[in-house]
Nanobody
Framework: QVQLVESGGGDVQPGGSLRLSCAAS????????LSWYRQAPGKEREHVAS???????DYAEPVKGRFTISRDIAKNTVYLQMDSLKPEDTAVYYC??????????WGQGTQVTVSA
């Protein structure tokens, strides 16, 4: 079974940037959706961004214009470029790959902390 491993998290000051990576152990070519979610302390996991096989993207309102999702088919990797980071972006970020309503996998998460 394909596994996902996130990396790129860390500590950053407000206004800074980070690039998260999600590397798959197998092919993501046939996945219908590749997404990033996040979970802040005491809050539920929330959607951040998705890339769809129909070649469009979707972003949560709080990150529109600041975050960009992309994928590299050859490397089986999904990225999340995060710019103009705010303290409220602090969370554990999770990668998700979905093939259909019954088949999806999650990564283990990577911590992002935005503070002065």
């Amino acid at each position: 079974q394909v596994q996902l491993v996130e990396s790129g998290g860390g500590d950053v000051q407000p206004g800074g940037s980070l690039r998260l990576s999600c590397a798959a152990s197998g092919s993501l070519f046939s996945a219908r959706a590749l997404s990033w979610y996040r979970q802040a302390p005491g809050k539920e996991r929330e959607h951040v961004a998705s890339w769809f096989a129909v070649d469009n993207t979707d972003y949560a309102e709080p990150v529109k214009g600041r975050f960009t999702i992309s994928r590299d088919i050859a490397k089986n990797t999904v990225y999340l470029q995060m710019d103009s980071l705010k303290p409220e972006d602090t969370a554990v970020y999770y990668c998700n790959a979905r093939w259909d309503r019954y088949n999806e996998i999650w990564g283990q998460g990577t911590q992002v902390t935005v503070s002065a």
